[in-house]
């Protein structure tokens, strides 16, 4: 995510490597349907097909996604293409699938982080031709890669320098779907069994002001759940056994309990699913958002806003335009509804992007700043203005009715 030229939050929402202003997060808004989440999910599916690509099974599984709704694209070729920095290199790699999983065309660029640099061709590859001399270490590997294998990958595989690197970059690119948090609040869960990293969950989530005091994991034995849950022997054998082996995981939080209006009594234990959705979803988050900002890495999250109020999104999107808590330079991008984030206090214009669909159905990706040059100052009011449908990337609603028989 580039930087441009604003001078607004560059000591705090911006970083440097050398010489080229990155950002630390950006916010894509947009109507329902217009191609918010399939932009992440666009993200998160290149990532798993450069990662998969060397295992035929899951290789085979991966569905060409084709745009539909015009005739002459519904049988067109997949193109993925991305640009991301590794060290002192500037890469571009992307590829193309066919319908029938078939890798048709496959290319890496690299450019020196300095000035005037030229960008050189590493490879090309149509099908299973292979073009360019520099790629060395993929030298008589293009006969070892399969038609629907990607060639980076297979050279990986080889332990090739810079396909190692770039390999490991798109690990540390990672996608979570905040409507779908079951899929990895486990993660966050395990997370509470190391007492060093629970310490930084409890802390984010004391802070969040939620009224949780501690957050623990605990295991409850089958003796103890059959108390609660008489007719626990009627479930199959398998889980039975395996409950009375080691138990069943669950997480209990803390909160305080007080005598009368200033008087602290005792901490008394609930159960998760007494908590309310929101913080269910804050605590799911919590070992995503940490260990990002720790390692330095890429997080995306679809639907940031879901469940959550406001001041705990927008205290989510301050952790990463910190210099405090994001010395690392750990990276943000996520989609939301809520436009009380649509504030140039929280973000530059160039950290604001929308998704608007066309008279065909074709999703565009555009960012405010490229919005009506000129018109944006650092002072617009961005949440009226976006809800007047001033930036476009809102709904054209006619009517809804509705009739009952």
Known sequence: MKSTKLKNLKESNSFNVNNISLLKSAVVYGANASGKSSLLE?????????????????????????????????????????????????????FEIATDATIVKEWLYQKKLQARAKESKLFERERQKLIGKLFKEGQQLIDKTRDNALFLSVVAQFNGEVSTKILAWFKQFNHISNTRSDEFK??????????????????????????????????ISYDELKQDNPKLDELPNFLVDEMKKNGLSTIETSHI????????????????????????????????????LIKGEILVIDELDNSLHTELAQEIVKLFNSQESNPNNAQLIFTTHDTNLLNQKLFRRDQIWFTQKDIYGASELYSLIDYGRGKTRDDLVLERNYL????GAVPHIVNLAYESH
Do not use: C, W
Request: hydrophobic share 40%; net charge negative.
């Open 42 to 94: 666009a993200m998160e599916t290149m990532k798993e097909i450069v990662e998969k690509s060397i295992n035929i099974k899951e290789a085979d599984a991966y569905e060409a996604q084709p745009f539909l709704l015009h005739s002459q694209t519904a049988n067109q070729e997949t193109l993925f293409e991305i640009e991301f920095i590794v060290e002192t290199m500037l890469y571009r790699y992307g």
């Open 388 to 391: 007047n449908g001033n930036f």
């Open 257 to 292: 309990q007080y005598q009368d209006e200033n008087s602290f009594n005792q901490f008394i234990p609930f159960s998760f699913k007494m908590e309310s959705d929101g913080t269910q979803k804050l605590l799911a988050l919590s070992a995503p958002i940490i260990e990002t």
């Open 186 to 219: 486990h993660y966050s869960f395990n997370k509470l069994e190391d007492d060093a990293f629970r310490e930084k969950i409890v802390t984010l989530i004391k802070n969040a002001d939620v009224g949780i005091s501690d957050i623990k994991k605990k295991t």
